[in-house]
Structure formats: structure tokens, C-alpha cells
């Protein structure tokens, strides 16, 4: 009925079903496809500092 003796069980960010046992390779996500996932997310965006033109580019001072 409770989940208070239950020891804390972190969800997988990716599909929020209870992730897998710290001791797994795949921790803290569910599944080894899930942590493929969040990683290339990763190199997909976060890690790439690129980012779309923006208009006060072209208020660049360096621009003449
Ligand atoms: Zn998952």
C-alpha cells in the first residue's frame, strides 16, 4: 500500500519508469536504451554551443 519501506527508487528521466539498480551499467536510467538516448541528446544540443542567428547580430560594434 505504501511505499515507505521501499528503498528510494530514482525514475529514468527519459521514460520515467523506475530506473534500474545502481549497480546496473544503465543507472540512473531504466534501460541501456534509455541512456543512448539521453546521450545523444547530449551531443545532439546541450553539448554543442551552437545556436540559431540571432537578430541583435547584426547590432555586431565590430560591424561596419
Ligand atoms: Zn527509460
Redo the contacts with the bound molecule.
Keep these: 500500500m505504501t511505499d515507505a519501506n521501499l528503498p528510494m527508487r530514482p525514475r529514468?528521466?527519459?521514460?520515467?519508469?523506475p530506473?534500474a539498480s545502481p549497480n546496473e551499467d544503465c543507472f540512473p536510467?531504466?534501460?541501456d536504451?534509455?541512456r543512448l538516448?539521453d546521450l545523444g541528446r547530449w551531443m545532439d544540443g546541450t553539448y554543442m554551443t551552437s545556436r540559431p542567428i540571432d537578430p541583435t547580430d547584426e547590432q555586431d560594434p565590430d560591424r561596419k
Design positions: 529514468c528521466p527519459i521514460c520515467k519508469k530506473a536510467f531504466c534501460s536504451r534509455c538516448v
